[in-house]
């Protein structure tokens, strides 16, 4: 395991829990929204933290966090996650897992194992313009397809979630995503935020009143929509 991040108390990472969050380092996408930009490449990650330290520190919050979030980067491309997870899970704690859903062969036994908790899936754009947004020249969308089912079968908590920039997707791209994941459990779209950390600059988030447009064409189809970051 490879960390390039980690912030010791969040109150929004995990749905109504107390909890710190993990980033991983390194990502098979690019997105160039991506506000870990610098975690995209593990080899120019500088690892923050040692497996030890973090169940060190984990172990004096024993009775005061909830849960740990895993974040990237993309954490299904650490071998040593499942093995980190057990760590973590002997300690009392609950496992969110963030994940692009482009490994869902790893996802299918981790939710089989029954080691994680939560997971937020990021649902990038619609499948016509999933490789543009994450930053590659052509991309097979079957892996995320394949989560997307997998998770719309209910066997474990979770969410959907959309970054939403105005260069990025239209009303129409956003009622094509709600109805590929129609009957989502719940479905969080995010106003986009720019800052240094951001891969590429010159982006945008839709304003206050234009997001809120929009997210009345999303609940026509997906009620349990919850906008996030406003």
């Not at 997998?150 to 791209?173: P, Q």
């Not at 891969?199 to 839709?206: A, D, E, I, P, R």
Request: hydrophobic content about 35%; proline content about 5%.
């Amino acid at each position: 395991m490879v960390f390039g991040g980690f912030q010791k108390l969040t109150l929004l990472d995990y749905p109504e829990k107390t909890a710190c969050t993990l980033f991983t380092a390194g990502c098979n996408f690019s997105c160039p929204f991506c506000q870990n930009a610098s975690l995209i490449n593990p080899n120019g990650s500088n690892q923050t933290q040692s497996i030890p330290e973090i169940l060190k520190f984990l172990k004096t919050r024993e009775g005061l966090l909830d849960g740990v979030c895993i974040s990237g980067g993309e954490p299904l491309i650490q071998d040593g996650l499942s093995a980190f997870i057990d760590e973590v899970k002997a300690l009392g704690f609950l496992v969110k897992l963030d994940t692009n859903g482009s490994f869902p062969g790893k996802l299918e036994k981790l939710i089989a194992s029954g080691k994680i908790d939560y997971i937020a899936m990021d649902i990038k754009n619609t499948p016509e313009k999933y490789a543009e947004t994450i930053g590659l020249p052509v991309y097979d969308i079957t892996p995320v397809k394949d989560s997307i089912t997998m998770l719309l079968a209910g066997k474990v908590s979770y969410e959907f979630r959309t970054t939403v920039i105005y260069e990025f997707h239209t009303a129409d791209d956003l009622i094509s995503i709600a109805s590929w994941i129609s009957g989502a459990g719940k479905y969080v779209p995010q106003q986009f935020a720019d800052s240094e950390g951001v891969k590429q600059s010159g982006l945008h988030s839709y304003s206050a009143e234009e997001i809120q447009q929009l997210l009345l064409g999303i609940k026509e189809i997906l009620p349990n929509t919850e906008l996030r970051g406003t």
